[in-house]
């Protein structure tokens, strides 16, 4: 049984960076999809970009295209999240999500991890 | 990319009642379909893939159906740990994307 667990909550000031980490335990780990959603406060949900740690690179949304970088360590089966230049319109709850296995197998997402909170505040 | 919509955007219902949320895309995506629940201050769970397979583990009261555009989520005895939101997702290509949340009530 995969088991997600993300870092802890941050805040940070608008402009600087923000790095979020993923530890996978359980199942195989460097052959599935690892995907980041974030959520902002009372809204929906917005996929950010993901990657295959055996296969890399990442994919990223458009809409996050040079400001995100996702990587992968994968002797600690660690994921990460890299977010700079932020607004306060990226404070939000930052989720990872284990899609399928292989390179750009699209699917569901499952399991999830507890999401970490990122406040951006002058 | 591909737009999601659900509707509505939040409902209301009692127990043991039958609810349907629908979901439409902004073009075909066959079957590649999934629903989550979200409960507050909680991560996403899915519920339904491949827009009418039940995750192991969901009860039976949950069920979907559709395919091109058009899609639904059918919740039918209510129950008060039904009270969620639900999202849809498409997973035909990238960016996934989701709908807009339905809000789920039970009085």
């Known amino acids: 049984q995969v088991q997600l667990v993300q870092s802890g909550a941050e805040v940070k000031k608008p402009g600087s960076s923000v790095k979020v980490s993923c530890k996978a335990s359980?199942?195989?780990?460097?052959?599935?999809?690892l995907n980041w959603v974030r959520q902002a406060p009372g809204q929906g949900l917005e996929w950010m970009g993901g990657i295959t740690p055996m296969f890399g690179p990442a994919k990223y949304a458009q809409k996050f295209q040079g400001r995100v970088t996702i990587t992968a360590d994968e002797s600690t089966r660690t994921v990460y999240m890299d977010l700079n230049s932020l607004t306060s319109e990226d404070t939000a709850v930052y989720y990872c999500a284990r899609g399928p296995p292989g390179f750009e197998i699209l699917g569901w997402l499952d399991p999830w991890g507890q999401g970490t909170l990122v406040t951006v505040s002058p | 990319d591909i737009q999601m919509t659900q509707s509505p955007s939040a409902l209301s219902a009692s127990v043991g009642d039958t609810v349907t949320i629908t979901c439409r895309a902004s073009q075909s995506i066959s079957g590649w379909l999934a629903w989550y629940q979200q409960k507050p201050g909680k991560a996403p769970k899915v519920l339904i893939y491949?827009?009418?397979t039940l995750q192991r583990g969901v009860p039976s009261r949950f069920s979907g159906s559709g395919s091109g555009t058009d899609f639904t989520l059918t919740i039918s005895s209510l129950q008060p740990d039904d009270s969620a939101t639900y999202y849809c997702q498409q997973y035909t290509s990238y960016p996934y994307t989701f709908g807009q949340g339905t809000k789920l009530e039970i009085k």
């Open positions: 491949k827009a009418s």
């Open positions: 359980g199942d195989s780990f460097n052959t599935y999809a």
